[in-house]
């Protein structure tokens, strides 16, 4: 299983960037689909999360009302649309999938799958 994302890149603060992550390899029964995110010293953290079944998203507080992630069952691909964005919110981004579970998962540790991440810069 690999997932690759795209659409990072260099937006001016107040701006949006939608990044995709897709799925692609062996078909995996996924129960969720996650968001990350990396700034330069600091731990991955949590940014959203998708119940793959039921379509049910949760964020992080630091992104509530301006990230909203969603996916596209048919073409095994999720999104993280982000508005909004501010310096902050610069960091590397990661989306990641998890096979099996109950809860919202939010911990690093809790996905089984990675992507090789996007940079995201947002400058002021």
């Known amino acids: 299983v690999q997932l690759v994302e795209s659409g990072g890149g260099l937006v001016q603060a107040g701006g949006s960037l939608r990044l995709s992550c897709a799925a692609s390899?062996?078909?995996?029964?996924?129960?969720?689909m996650g968001w990350f995110r990396q700034a330069p010293g600091k731990e991955r953290e949590w940014v959203a999360a998708?119940?793959?079944?039921?379509?049910?998203?949760y964020s992080a507080d630091s992104v509530e009302g301006r990230f909203t992630i969603s996916k596209d069952t048919a073409k095994n691909t999720v999104y993280l649309q982000m508005n909004s964005l501010k310096p902050e919110d610069t960091a590397v981004y990661y989306c990641?999938?998890?096979?099996?579970?109950?809860?919202?998962?939010?911990?690093?540790?809790?996905?089984?799958?990675w992507g090789q991440g996007t940079q995201v810069t947002v400058s002021s």
């Open positions: 990641a999938g998890k096979t099996r579970g109950v809860g919202v998962p939010t911990r690093v540790r809790d996905y089984e799958y």
């Open positions: 390899g062996r078909t995996f029964s996924r129960y969720a």
């Open positions: 998708i119940i793959w079944s039921s379509g049910t998203t």
